[in-house]
Each structure stands twice: as structure tokens, then as C-alpha cells.
């Protein structure tokens, strides 16, 4: 046995002590680092006395909760592997993953406890509904009785570091959607790598609000709780609540999308003194707009910036713009920044995988102990998504002379215009350091002159801009051909997924 498994990290936090680990604002619920481990040893008596193994799957439908961090932190100290499921799918979507990943038991909340009633007659392998916290929902189990007949238990023993502990499901090419299983070792080096780059100091306060069925949750539930910091528990994201949070509560950090930072910054009730306590913001899923950056540097010159790029089937973390990245400045602000610590990365013709000259666009391979193991009951995919130690992300990007990477776009989601290639987040920049502009999103759309056109979905005030006046704008930094021909402004917001990015499926749906 190693000490490459999760119940490691948790044990380890014992030093903590009294030290308060969760705040969770919805309930009220607050536990220190003992009385966080000692409900997280009780849930795994819970979790055994349903009949569920280290080897079984254990599914969660539910928002945001202590209950749920406590959930991650029982299944990954080796009771079970956590199935954590997105709210927004559709029951048939739930239906399909409940029966591919056989998940014997769901935990649920009031909310989530009708969706599974209305489908359970078609899950044969499901044992066992527990509900979460109050409510009145169709259950088989209350967790809150469950919790007071349990007797005080550790935590399990220690799991091997190959371990599967995670099976999460994400969009499938097929229509269907894939499972990515994470090992411990997966795990635990991915919380390493972050614990070894983010700037930690000493009794940091987190504030959470991405998903916790999200992969980006890993903030929460491996890096600060493992290092001593506090988890402040938001049940879903609301700017003005988030920005109230801040200013009360202290927080010095927290993790977002650039979008949900825009959010933030333009609600009415915003004032810059309401974020003052913050030292740290961790972003992904995009690189944050010039302008946007430079807002917020402006208002806050000793906030640091760690970005970070990833995908479930690395475990979340791939690249980091550090926050020294930040203070130096220049085109290397527009990167997602350098592999992390133990990751190999290689850009590579998505067609011939030859590697892709410097400086040249290419598809992102990656390599590191944290790539998934495979797609559950997903062969030929796996087959296809894992070469030879290697995992294709189907990203496009290009490296600089001191290997930054600059992302370019899905390579599905590159638009090919009259023989062109355009990635959208190069056009995206260019338009969206117009200050009249709040967010845009470029996607292709069918053209019988082109083959696909450059089409660009701006939120804004269209009194205040013209399309001509952003075409021009745009033609100032990025060439012609790139400068989208059709235009939507509209006061609307852009389609957004649970995780904050913007469903550009959506948007070509809606404009093809």
C-alpha cells in the first residue's frame, strides 16, 4: 500500500483539529476538521450497511450540501465508487447512466426525489433511495435516521492507489454519455499538483459554488479541506449572493468561470469593496477575456489569478497560468499557461498524430498518472481516446517558444470558412475587449458560399454598439477572413452549462 489514496489526505487532516473545515449556508451546518471526519467515518457505516462495496457504484442526484462534500469524502476513502450526477439531464440520460454504471444506491434530495420515483420502475439494479436533509420526497431511507442509529466507525481501510473511485459521466459524440473512471492515484496526484502551484497559506477560506457533481468541485472536497482551509458552501451560484458571501463571510478564495465572474462585477448591487478580503481566484473552462482581466486588476492589484485547464478524463487539471504568470504580463495572459507538474503534453495532427511544428495549431495530447483509466463499458472508444500512454483531448491549441499553450478551440468546434481555419476564442478576444460588449460567443454556421460563415452572439446593449462598429473593432487585432460576416446582439444571456462554460451546441442549434 502507498500513500497514493485519498483516505491518506483525510486522515492526515486530523492536525486541523478544532479548526472550523465547513460552513454550508443553506442548512446552517458547521463542523470542524474532528467533526467533519467523525460524520465522514458514520457515512461510511451508512454506506456499508447498505450493502455497498468499495467496488460498487454509489449515485448522487442533488444540489450543492455538506452532505454531499461528506459523500465525496466517504466514497473516495474507499466505501464506494461515487457516481455523481448532473443535475440538468433528462430522465431518459439518467436512466441510461443509473443502468450502465449499475448503481445500486442513490442519494438524493427533496428536490431530485420525484425525478428518480418517475423512473425508478426502470432502474432493476437500484436497491435503495436515501434522502437528503428535509423534505417530503418518495424515499426508501431518511440519511438523518440512518446517521443517528450508525454507530461511530473510522474511516475504511485504506483503498490501492489503482483503485477505480470516481465514475463520472460526461457528453457523449454518440448522443450517449460516456463514463470516465478516476483512480485514486488519479486522484491524489491531481490534488497534489494543485496543493504544489495555488498559493496556500494557512486557514484560507473557500468559497464553493461550482457543481459538486462537477469534476472542478476537486477545490473543495481535495484541495482546501486536505490543507487546512475552511469550505464555505454555496447551494448554487447567484452573483449578488456570491458577492455578499464574500464581503461577511471574508473569503480569500474561491474558483469560477470567467462568465461567473462577469456575473459578479456587473450585478447592480456590486460595489469593489465587497471583494476586497479575496487573495486568490482559480478560473477555468476559458481563458478570461483581456478586458476583463484588466477590470479586475485594475480594482484589485493584489489579487492573484491561477487559471487552469482540464477535463474530467485528466482529473481536472492540465496547464496552469500561475499567479507570477499573471503579475508578468503581455500575450502570455491569453495562454491556459504550462503542463502542471508530472504532465507531459504534445500537439499532434488530429488527423496523422504527427507531431505539430511550434507555433503551428494541433490537437492536445496528454500523458500523467491523473489520465482516466478508461470509458466505462466503452472499449472501442477508450481504444480511440487512450493511444499508447496518451489521451487525445480533442482540443486544438498551439505552444510558444517557452511552452505556454494557447488554446484554439474544440477541434470539432473549428470552423473551416472558404478553406480557412478560424478558432473562435481567438475571434472571441477580439471582440470582447469592446467595452460595450458584456459576453459573445462565436460558433460556424452552414453557408452555400463558404461552407461554414463566422457568426458572432454578442450580449449587450444594442443601442449602445452596431455590428459595423464591432467588425471594425475586431478587424483591428485578428484578420479579415476571421472577423465574423453575420451578427446576433442581444440583451439575453449566452446558454450556459451547470459548470458556467457556454453551450455552443446550443447556439448553433438556434442559428443553423
Known amino acids: 500500500m502507498t500513500e497514493l489514496n485519498f ?273 486568490l481566484v482559480m478560473y477555468g473552462a476559458a481563458p478570461m477575456p483581456p478586458q476583463q482581466l484588466g477590470e479586475l486588476r485594475e480594482m484589485y492589484p493584489t489579487l492573484g489569478f491561477h487559471q487552469i485547464y482540464g477535463m474530467t478524463e485528466i482529473c481536472a487539471i492540465a496547464t496552469g497560468l500561475t499567479r507570477a504568470d499573471h503579475y508578468s504580463g503581455g500575450d502570455k495572459l491569453t495562454s491556459v499557461g504550462r503542463p502542471m507538474l508530472g504532465v507531459d503534453l504534445e500537439l499532434r495532427d488530429p488527423v496523422t498524430a504527427a507531431p505539430t511544428p511550434r507555433g503551428e495549431v494541433g490537437e492536445i495530447w496528454l500523458r500523467s498518472d491523473s489520465v482516466m483509466a478508461e470509458y466505462w463499458n466503452k472499449p472501442e472508444q477508450t481504444a480511440s481516446s487512450l493511444v499508447d500512454g496518451w489521451y487525445r483531448s480533442g482540443d486544438a491549441g498551439r505552444l510558444d517558444d517557452d511552452g505556454y499553450l494557447y488554446m484554439a478551440d474544440r477541434v470539432k468546434d473549428m470552423i473551416v470558412t472558404g478553406g480557412e481555419n478560424v478558432y473562435s476564442i481567438e475571434v472571441e478576444n477580439a471582440i470582447s475587449s469592446h467595452p460595450a460588449v458584456d459576453q459573445v460567443a462565436v460558433v460556424g454556421i452552414v453557408d452555400p458560399t463558404w461552407g461554414e460563415r463566422v457568426h458572432a452572439v454578442v450580449v449587450c446593449d444594442p443601442d449602445a454598439v452596431t455590428p459595423g462598429e464591432l467588425s471594425d473593432h475586431a478587424r483591428r487585432t485578428i484578420a479579415g477572413f476571421k472577423v465574423p460576416k453575420t451578427w446576433t446582439l442581444r440583451t439575453e444571456p449566452l446558454p450556459l452549462s451547470a459548470a458556467g462554460k457556454v453551450l455552443k451546441r446550443d447556439l448553433r442549434a438556434e442559428f443553423s
Request: contains cysteine; charged residues 15%.
Open 7 to 279: 483516505g491518506r489526505l483525510l486522515r492526515s487532516t486530523r492536525v486541523y483539529g478544532n479548526d472550523i473545515a465547513v460552513q454550508d449556508l443553506a442548512s446552517g451546518h458547521e463542523a470542524s476538521y474532528l467533526q467533519h471526519l467523525e460524520r465522514v467515518g458514520r457515512l461510511s457505516s451508512v454506506i456499508e450497511s447498505l450493502g455497498v462495496s468499495a467496488k460498487d457504484r454509489l449515485a448522487v442526484l442533488a444540489g450543492s450540501s455538506h452532505t454531499y462534500l461528506e459523500l465525496w469524502h466517504a466514497c473516495l476513502a474507499g466505501s464506494a465508487m461515487i457516481n455523481p450526477l448532473n443535475l440538468r439531464l433528462a430522465p431518459d440520460e439518467l436512466v441510461y447512466i443509473l443502468n450502465d454504471s449499475a448503481s445500486t444506491v442513490i442519494f438524493v434530495d427533496a428536490t431530485y426525489a420525484p425525478v428518480v420515483a418517475d423512473i425508478r420502475a426502470r432502474l432493476p439494479e437500484l436497491r435503495h433511495v436515501v434522502l437528503i436533509g428535509e423534505g417530503s420526497g418518495p424515499y426508501d431511507h431518511r440519511l438523518d435516521d440512518l446517521l443517528a442509529a450508525a454507530s461511530a466507525s473510522e474511516l475504511p481501510a485504506e483503498p490501492h492507489p489503482y483503485a477505480p473511485a470516481v465514475l463520472m459521466y460526461t457528453g457523449g459524440t454518440t448522443g450517449l454519455p460516456k463514463g470516465v473512471v478516476l483512480t485514486q492515484k488519479a486522484l491524489v496526484l491531481s490534488a497534489y499538483r494543485m496543493q504544489s502551484t495555488v498559493d496556500l497559506g494557512p486557514r484560507q477560506s473557500f468559497l464553493s459554488f461550482m457543481p459538486m457533481f462537477h469534476i472542478g468541485s476537486i477545490s473543495a472536497w481535495g484541495l482546501y479541506l486536505p490543507t487546512g482551509g475552511r469550505v464555505v458552501i454555496m447551494d448554487a451560484f447567484d452573483a449578488g449572493a456570491a458577492n455578499a458571501i464574500v464581503n461577511e463571510y471574508g473569503i480569500t478564495a474561491m474558483g469560477a468561470v470567467p462568465t461567473m465572474l462577469a456575473f459578479m462585477t456587473q450585478h447592480p448591487d456590486f460595489q469593489p469593496a465587497m471583494l476586497q478580503s479575496l487573495r
